[in-house]
């Protein structure tokens, strides 16, 4: 989002300088200077007054403005306008001036001469404060504004559970719905994101480890731009090197992160340290991916019991993927869910290691092809953990590359030397694989829908919470947005859409009916319930 920076600058030389440098900000919008301390209230009363959505994000008041000293002018600025940040430019970068700036309300100070560097992290800083203000006061625009990048870490319950995979597709998932995406390798240790993406790039997270405050361009020069548009923080190549990220480093580096991308997603590997802990504790969600297998469940177990004695994450807090799922098993997701304490992931990740092989040995996960059901299982989901733009969802496409696939398998199943023989037997079980295709068929247009009103409640709770924080019709807006993006046929059979709130939750249930083989044809006398909660904006 543009960052509107308003300079209070008397001396003409360096309002000169300031709006120089203001201009090769990222995403900066430089309004022209006011001269002096009255012109500066008056502007900021007269756009108030229009609407609190006028107002700059930043104030910058140069030590030199008068009439009004610049610690009194900036102290009737916090006051009147108080989703302003506000920060002093000055010579004197001493602790007294320091720390009568903060009493005084502003968010950061300049030191002069200016420089870049400084410059763009103090305007960042104040920009990402005021934005943050306006959306607790209600007043800010219901968009991705910076600090509301999702971030999502991927946490293995054990060695070898495919976390990493998991870390690497969600971000490619995320990226081909039209987000932002930043992935990051938290394996300080032994880090295999550049590995599975081909990757060779000198910079690490190590780099950024003794910078005080990370700007816009430190961060730009320690991050990789990978072909497929996700921009990557590796691990160290010296796994050595990996102690000298600490807390404060993970929680600057995401921080800068999810201030410039709509999606982070942290490969925190499957050994604790005070790194990837401190990402697990930012995150808006953290997944434990597990094996269906008694050592990988109990490992999961003693990491979410560990999570929950640091005060890290609570159990009901993390969400188990259950990788390499396979039927026959005795563990099944509900099992896993029960041991753990923790929700399931419903989209299972299935065992074919056969299709990941060469994508794997060739390091190149991004080549991984479409109609791989491993693919398939994790883009569903990034979808059903909100990674994905609602009107990119491929749950019909998805759906369709499935059945493709599975009619290929039968088709092939058909294929001998003695054809005779095969064509006798096709004959005698058409009737079976006609009755598989068909319900198999079925079975997607049940996970299509079951998909479309998990959606369609998430929108409608979002909405609701956005109408009930303006003081609009919340009932309205809930059925508004869940049925905006829904498919003609579903939309018309949609059933009971309602929004109820719960606390500080704002929890939407939509009730949709599955068509029978086809949209249009009928549809079965049972509904497909979808449930979503949002927390309700300002509490």
């Known amino acids: 989002m ?8 008397g001396d003409p030389d360096a309002a000169r300088a300031i709006t120089t440098l203001l201009s090769q900000l990222p995403d900066a919008e430089p309004a022209p200077p006011v001269t002096d301390s009255t012109s500066l209230l008056d502007t900021l009363a007269r756009l108030a007054g229009e609407s609190l959505d006028e107002l700059p994000e930043v104030v910058l008041v140069h030590e030199r403005i008068g009439p009004v000293p610049a610690l009194e002018l900036i102290r009737e600025v916090a006051l009147r306008f108080p989703a302003v940040g506000v920060v002093l430019v000055t010579a004197d970068t001493g602790p007294a001036l320091f720390t009568a700036a903060m009493d005084s309300g502003a968010r950061g100070l300049v030191g002069l001469p200016l420089g870049y560097e400084e410059l763009a992290a103090r305007v960042q800083g104040a920009a990402s404060w005021s934005t943050g203000v306006r959306r607790h006061l209600g007043t800010g625009p219901d968009v991705f504004t910076g600090p509301g990048g999702t971030v999502v870490t991927v946490t293995g319950a054990k060695g070898g559970t495919g976390a990493t995979v998991v870390a690497v597709q969600l971000a490619l998932a995320a990226k081909a719905s039209g987000r932002t995406v930043a992935l990051v390798d938290l394996d300080l240790q032994s880090g ?31 991050v990789f731009s990978h072909p497929t548009g996700v921009s990557l923080v590796l691990a160290p190549a010296e796994g050595e090197r990996g102690e000298e990220v600490t807390d404060r480093v993970a929680r600057q580096v995401v921080s800068a992160l999810r201030n410039r991308y709509e999606v982070v997603v942290v490969d925190c590997g499957t ?92 390091g190149r ?18 979808g059903e953990l909100g990674l994905v733009k609602p009107a990119a969802g491929a749950g019909g496409k998805g759906g369709g590359k499935l059945l493709r696939s599975d009619r290929g398998a039968i088709g092939f199943r058909g294929r001998g030397k003695d054809r005779g023989a095969v064509t006798v037997e096709l004959a005698g079980m058409a009737p079976l694989i006609l009755f598989v295709m068909i319900a198999m068929w079925q079975a997607v247009l049940f996970g299509y829908t079951f998909s479309l009103a998990g959606n369609a409640a998430d929108e409608g709770a979002r909405a609701a919470t956005a109408a009930a924080t303006s003081g609009g019709g919340t009932q309205a807006a809930c059925e508004a947005a869940a049925t905006e993006h829904l ?53």
């Open 2 to 9: 543009t960052t509107r920076i308003l300079p209070a600058v």
């Open 192 to 222: 295999d994101v550049a590995s599975y993406l081909d990757v060779q790039f000198r910079r690490s997270i190590v780099d950024l480890a003794g910078i005080a405050d990370i700007s816009p361009r430190v961060l730009q020069d320690a």
């Open 271 to 362: 050994q604790m340290n005070s790194a990837n802990a401190a990402a697990i504790e930012m995150a808006d969600q953290a997944l434990l991916v597990v094996t269906p297998d008694v050592v990988a469940v109990r490992a999961a177990k003693r990491m979410v019991r560990m999570w929950d004695r640091l005060q890290i994450r609570k159990a009901e807090e993390t969400t188990t993927v259950v990788n390499r799922h396979n039927r026959n098993t005795e563990i099944q997701p509900p099992l896993v869910e029960r041991i753990t304490g923790t929700k399931v992931a419903r989209a299972a990740i299935p065992a074919n290691f056969k299709e990941l092989q060469a994508a794997t040995d060739a």
């Open 365 to 382: 996960m991004q080549d991984l092809e479409s109609r791989s059901t491993v693919k398939q299982a994790l883009w569903a989901l990034a």
């Open 487 to 539: 498919p003609s046929s579903w939309q018309d059979d949609a059933g009971d859409i309602s929004c109820v709130q719960e606390g500080n939750l704002w929890k939407a249930r939509v009730e949709l009916n599955t068509p029978i083989l086809f949209p249009g044809a009928g549809s079965f006398p049972w509904d497909v319930t979808g449930s979503a909660g949002a927390a309700l904006e300002g509490d």
